[in-house]
């Protein structure tokens, strides 16, 4: 999330909201896939994804004024309001937790990612690590999302949940042990 | 004094994931590794996870959001800014109001007038009569421009039309994407001076 990338979404909202389409495009270019790749992080489902990013911006064309440039960056923004999407369909729906067992064949985000060229080993590596990162509660789920896999900076993690730092840090810290212990365990289930 | 397996499996993460560390505290970090099997084995594991959290990340930049996503979108925010530009307008009469009809409803293929009722009550009451000679659901309706008071309002008459399924998105309601391509049914209430004054949507009753 860089300064100058930062700015120029902001500019571009800023004519977004004054009616240019050019510029609603040129932003929703730039940032609706990050956006769809968290939800599903998040979610595990395309549908949900999908109806998340749905949201996100359909809530910049309803109220072209929600982003405020004192409060953080445009990602971080965009993010948040993904992220606050998520919970309230993890809340309502309770999808999440609703794993398919091991060997049974994924309808969610394992089978939905394509993985050209990848060996068969990686993509059930990749798989059962993704099934691990659906298992974890929410607040370990979002920080593996943002900093492992959007590889952003703890600082800029901790601007889009809103929280401290050392939060982040301590929350990832968790989070990766849980996973490890979560891999151990499937593995351990396997033999 | 030499690292304790407690204080290293505090760091164990952050060596991990390669986080920047204090060089003292990360050499001392390693010493430990070497010297304790348990805690070499939890090094090692954290950076196998590491490696495998990267081919996640990577394998996701394939992901990709349902191409007709932006044309959804795009189509709300154009039928969103028509319905701005009515709300500013909304002192020009018959052709401003008819443009924002056209707009949203460009696939109108079919107007059928409907009369207000006899007894001289308001549109919107005459269209609540007649609620169930019609097998239909409706919304509620929607201004098209933003300073009407709609029950009290005295309108003329309702006209149905077809507008586009995405319509719905710009006023902010939920759209069955299956039926994306399938046009909508919409009653638009015009006022005494024949301009567009609210609209309102409707389902096909289950």
């Keep these: 999330m860089s300064r100058a990338r930062d700015q120029e979404d902001a500019d571009l909202l800023r004519l977004a909201a004054a009616g240019d389409e050019e510029a609603f495009s040129a932003f929703f270019r730039r940032r609706y896939q990050s956006v769809y790749r968290f939800a599903l992080h998040m979610s595990g489902s395309p549908a949900t994804a999908e109806e998340v990013t749905q949201e996100v911006f359909m809530a910049l064309i309803r109220e072209p004024a929600g982003y405020d440039s004192e409060r953080g960056s445009v990602a971080a923004f965009l993010y948040g309001v993904a992220r606050n999407h998520v919970l309230r369909v993890q809340k309502t729906e309770r999808r999440f937790t609703k794993l398919p067992d091991s060997g049974q064949e994924d309808a969610g985000l394992a089978s939905e990612i394509p993985d050209p060229g990848a060996e068969l080993l990686r993509a059930d590596e990749v798989t059962r690590v993704r099934r691990a990162i659906l298992a974890l509660p929410p607040p370990f789920r979002e920080v593996v999302a943002l900093c492992e896999l959007e590889e952003m900076s703890y600082l800029e993690a901790a601007e889009v949940l809103g929280c401290p730092v050392g939060t982040v840090r301590s929350r990832l810290h968790r989070a990766r042990r849980l996973l490890r212990e979560e891999l151990r365990r499937v593995a351990g289930g396997c033999q | ?206």
């Design chain 2, 1 to 206: 004094m030499p690292m304790r397996c407690e204080e290293f499996l505090s760091l164990v993460e952050a060596l991990g994931r390669g986080d920047l560390l204090a060089e003292g505290e990360r050499r001392e970090a390693l010493r430990h590794a070497e010297a304790c099997l348990a805690c070499r084995s939890e090094l090692e594991e954290s950076l196998a996870l590491t490696g495998m959290l990267r081919s996640v990340a990577r394998n996701s930049q394939a992901v990709e959001a349902p191409p007709d996503l932006e044309a959804r979108l795009m189509s709300a925010f154009r039928l969103r800014q028509a319905a701005r530009a009515s709300f500013w307008q909304r002192h020009r009469a018959w052709m401003s109001a008819a443009a924002s009809v056209l707009v949203l409803g460009f696939a109108l293929v079919r107007v059928t007038p409907r009369p207000a009722a006899e007894d001289g009550r308001p549109a919107m009451a005459a269209a609540k009569m007649n609620w169930d000679e019609v097998d239909e659901i409706a919304s509620d309706f929607f201004p098209l421009q933003g300073d009407v008071d709609l029950p009290d309002y005295e309108g003329r008459g309702l006209v149905r039309v077809l507008v586009p399924r995405t319509t719905l998105l710009a006023f902010g309601l939920p759209m069955n994407h299956e039926r994306a391509f399938e046009p909508l049914q919409a009653e638009v209430l015009i006022g005494e001076d024949g301009a567009a004054k609210a609209i309102r949507f409707l389902n096909e009753r289950p």
